[in-house]
């Protein structure tokens, strides 16, 4: 009796074991190549706190959003992917992604994440996406240049104008100095990123608020197209922006740049990477004075039937902590959580503020021809922007690309 008993105490041990050790599971997760630092050792201090664990794999990211669709129709899709925010709805529209709503709407932070990055994650009403890195552009300056120039190192221009002007200064310096950059040689996604803003602060847009007319002739984007063109024609640009397709974002870091609108990310890369450049950042003014920001990153989604849907949720929860917070920021990645984002950059490099700052002001277009609108190097964005600041047709590039946008817009409907 004795032993019979012992027996089945026995047997209850080590089935309550071995249920408890079923129930840890690996996660398989995909993210873009190139996401960084930041969300590497977000898995990793995930992974050494829970039982269950992440495995991520990294897809290049001109492959992700191909892979993941075939993925999906073969029924091989992991359970998790970080999105490109602006590849959200198309996936939500498909019906690809788990419903997030109610899970999300509980969260009692929720109203605190980026609002362009919900924005995003949300197709018919429904939530399939929460920000997971956010990136916002930013306006920066040489501060040695600006001395150089008779310029006030320390104060930011807040107009097109000043900033045209101190360009002119700089310029003034000779050699190989100029006083603005941009890659404008049909790199759509830089000039979504760093041109938008000029005309989304200044309440203009290059689509309607339902992504289904396109508005790109507005007064406003003539007039942000014309402060690029006579930069340019001043020849305060450096002539190879032009051709530049992206390569040199970063022109700012040679210190022959005086100013430059870029990604908060470069605020990180230039403290650690280019310690000898001495900057400033602020919000991007738009062409009436106004600031705005484009907002960029990775939206976190689950797969549509994942089985461990409870496993990435309780995930994103814990980059949503504090401590997931601080892992991130500390190495780069902005905080998604505005009531947070004091507390986590309060031991960082101040400028990251700016960065955070640029979120309650930051757009992203909503679209589900994002890439074909945008993206594309061969799309009407891209063709339009280095047409119209370069070229010789301005109405032209304007009739062009408005066509073709709304031709693309039409004919995927």
């Known amino acids: 009796m004795k032993t019979s008993k012992l027996l089945a105490a026995a047997s209850l041990v080590t089935f309550c074991f071995a249920a408890g050790a079923a129930q840890a599971e690996t996660l398989?997760?995909?993210?873009?190549?190139?996401?960084?630092?930041?969300?590497?050792?977000?898995?990793?201090?995930?992974?050494?706190?829970?039982?269950?664990?992440i495995q991520m794999t990294e897809v290049p990211f001109s492959e992700l959003v191909q892979k993941y669709a075939t993925a999906i129709a073969g029924g091989q899709a992991p359970d998790?992917?970080?999105?490109?925010?602006?590849?959200?709805?198309?996936?939500?529209?498909?019906?690809?992604?788990?419903?997030?709503?109610?899970?999300?709407?509980?969260?009692?932070?929720?109203?605190?994440?980026?609002?362009?990055?919900?924005?995003?994650?949300?197709?018919e009403d429904k939530i399939y996406g929460l920000p997971l890195s956010v990136?916002?552009?930013?306006?920066?300056?040489?501060?040695?240049?600006?001395?150089?120039?008779?310029?006030?190192?320390?104060?930011?221009?807040?107009?097109?104008?000043?900033?045209?002007?101190?360009?002119?200064?700089?310029?003034?310096?000779?050699?190989?100095?100029?006083?603005?950059?941009?890659?404008?040689?049909?790199?759509?996604?830089?000039?979504?990123?760093?041109?938008?803003?000029?005309?989304?602060?200044?309440?203009?847009?290059?689509?309607?608020?339902?992504?289904?007319?396109?508005t790109l002739d507005t007064p406003e984007m003539r007039k942000a197209v014309g402060y690029y063109r006579d930069m340019v024609k001043a020849g305060v640009v450096p002539p190879g922006a032009a051709s530049d397709t992206g390569t040199n974002f970063l022109s700012i870091t040679n210190g022959k740049i005086g100013q430059q609108n870029l990604?908060?990310?470069?605020?990180?890369?230039?403290?650690?990477?280019?310690?000898?450049?001495?900057?400033?950042?602020?919000?991007?003014?738009?062409?009436?004075g106004k600031t705005s920001s484009f907002a960029g990153g990775d939206n976190f989604v689950i797969t549509k039937g994942s089985p461990r849907a409870a496993i990435a949720k309780n995930f994103l929860e814990y980059a949503y902590s504090l401590e997931g917070q601080k892992v991130m920021a500390k190495y780069g990645s902005l905080p998604t959580r505005a009531d947070l984002a004091g507390e986590v950059l309060k031991d960082l490099d101040p400028r990251m503020q700016v960065g955070v700052d640029a979120?309650?002001?930051?757009?992203?277009?909503?679209?589900?021809?994002?890439?074909?609108?945008?993206?594309?190097?061969?799309?009407?964005?891209?063709?339009?922007?280095?047409a119209a600041i370069f070229g010789d047709d301005v109405d032209g590039a304007f009739a062009t690309a408005q066509e073709e946008m709304q031709s693309i817009i039409d004919n995927a409907q």
């Open 28 to 53: 398989q997760m995909w993210v873009r190549s190139g996401i960084g630092a930041s969300f590497t050792k977000l898995v990793e201090a995930y992974n050494a706190s829970h039982e269950d664990k």
């Open 80 to 123: 998790a992917l970080s999105l490109d925010l602006i590849y959200n709805p198309a996936f939500a529209a498909a019906g690809q992604l788990e419903d997030l709503t109610d899970w999300a709407k509980a969260l009692p932070y929720f109203t605190s994440l980026s609002p362009s990055h919900v924005k995003l994650g949300t197709y």
């Open 135 to 214: 990136e916002t552009s930013v306006f920066a300056w040489n501060k040695d240049l600006y001395k150089k120039a008779g310029l006030d190192p320390d104060k930011a221009p807040t107009t097109w104008e000043e900033i045209s002007e101190n360009a002119k200064k700089i310029r003034a310096l000779g050699d190989d100095t100029y006083g603005f950059y941009f890659s404008g040689g049909g790199c759509g996604g830089c000039m979504i990123f760093t041109f938008m803003p000029l005309t989304w602060g200044a309440g203009a847009d290059i689509l309607s608020e339902d992504g289904k007319t396109a």
């Open 263 to 288: 990604g908060a990310f470069a605020i990180g890369t230039l403290v650690t990477e280019h310690p000898d450049i001495h900057f400033g950042v602020s919000l991007i003014p738009s062409v009436d």
């Open 359 to 386: 979120i309650a002001v930051a757009k992203t277009p909503y679209t589900l021809q994002f890439n074909d609108l945008i993206n594309s190097a061969n799309g009407p964005w891209a063709s339009f922007t280095n």
